[in-house]
């Protein structure tokens, strides 16, 4: 009886601070996919991902932050200057790439699902082309639940040099 109320007591007392916690400190964070359209079938598709969204430790957004060391001042507002920085390092320094897989001739390139944040497209061609590197933005947002938008781009012409 005695080991019963002990073993009790814990449970209660696991039950109370679980109970107290609040409920977006546990709670997975909203994702989507990034979304890539307009590129060769067969390329290799790439994403750095540079700034990642930041919370809390009541899981309430704040703001971006940098995954790499003073990429950006602002990272909710990067500059020109900063992102033609990142262009010159070597990819080593982006961290790890995250694939883009194209499921179907023709179609687009997609990734696992992906948190708020900035991340930069690279495309490795098999045909010569020249694609230039991208910067795709998903961001997150209250507005109608907690949710994240935008990680699509379609690769106008432009963003090509090389084609035939």
């Known amino acids: 009886m005695k080991q019963l109320k002990k073993w009790a007591a814990v449970l209660l007392a696991f039950m109370l601070v679980v109970t107290l916690m609040p ?22 598709v790439n994403a750095y991902k540079l700034t990642e969204a930041d919370f ?62 900035l991340y930069m497209i690279l495309v490795t061609s098999t045909k010569g082309v020249v694609y230039n590197p991208m910067l795709v933005g998903i961001t997150y947002t209250t507005e109608g639940g907690e949710q994240v938008k935008g990680g699509t781009i379609n690769v106008p012409a432009e963003f090509k040099l090389g084609e035939d």
């Open 23 to 44: 409920a977006n400190s546990i709670a997975a964070k909203p994702t989507t996919k990034l979304i890539v359209t307009g590129v060769e079938d067969g390329a290799t």
């Open 56 to 117: 809390n430790a009541d899981g309430e957004f704040k703001g971006y932050k940098n995954l790499i060391t003073d990429a950006f001042a602002n990272p909710s507002e990067p500059k020109t200057s900063e992102w033609s920085a990142l262009l010159n390092k070597p990819v080593a320094e982006l961290g790890t790439a995250i694939p883009l897989n194209q499921a179907a001739a023709g179609g687009a390139y997609e990734s696992a699902p992906q948190e708020a944040g």
